[in-house]
């Protein structure tokens, strides 16, 4: 799976840093928290509660595109938090990179919000929770890079089932 870049998707919520990480130690990759990508301007809008709006957003997704090319042009395999929410985004890190997938992390609006409930020391709140499931749009027939995992079941599980696909889609 060298120089496989992997971006682990979904809401606020949805589980992406716990099973980013997980997944990375799986493969022996790379993990990188794209939390930590985003400009100090993105980082004070969100703690202050305001939601992010598209221009807000493209310097921190230019960088997660960075950051998938890094891996792919020292042949490297990576695993990337990155929410990812619209089609746009994903295209935009798409752009100029050749050997990526999406993990989509699927929930349920209440299971997500559930689960917020429960986070501690993390930027966003779950007031923005609205405006997370509002942006998103569902990966398609026509995103063929995007494998989808329920987040019902445990992080364990999860990470099992997304390893399992990542392998079945590499083999195609």
């Not at 980013?20 to 939390?35: N, S, V, Y």
Request: with cysteine; charged share 25%.
């Amino acid at each position: 799976m060298n120089g496989l870049s992997i971006i682990v998707m979904g809401v606020s919520g949805s589980g992406k840093s716990s099973v980013g990480e997980a997944l990375a130690r799986k493969l022996h990759a790379k993990f990188i928290d794209g939390d930590d990508l985003h400009p100090k301007a993105n980082i004070l809008k969100m703690a202050g509660g305001e939601p992010l709006n598209d221009n807000d957003r493209q310097p921190w997704l230019e960088r997660i595109r960075d950051a998938v090319f890094s891996l792919e042009s020292k042949n490297e395999t990576g695993v990337i938090v990155c929410s990812a929410l619209k089609k746009s985004y994903r295209d935009q890190i798409r752009d100029g990179n050749k050997n990526l997938l999406f993990l989509f992390l699927e929930g349920s609006k209440a299971l997500v919000a559930e689960r917020m409930l429960g986070r501690q020391g993390h930027f966003m709140k779950p007031a923005m929770l609205d405006s997370q499931f509002a942006t998103l749009e569902i990966p398609g027939s026509d995103e063929p890079d995007v494998i989808s995992v329920s987040i019902v079941q445990n992080i364990e599980d999860i990470v099992a089932k997304a390893s399992e696909e990542i392998a079945a889609q590499r083999t195609r």
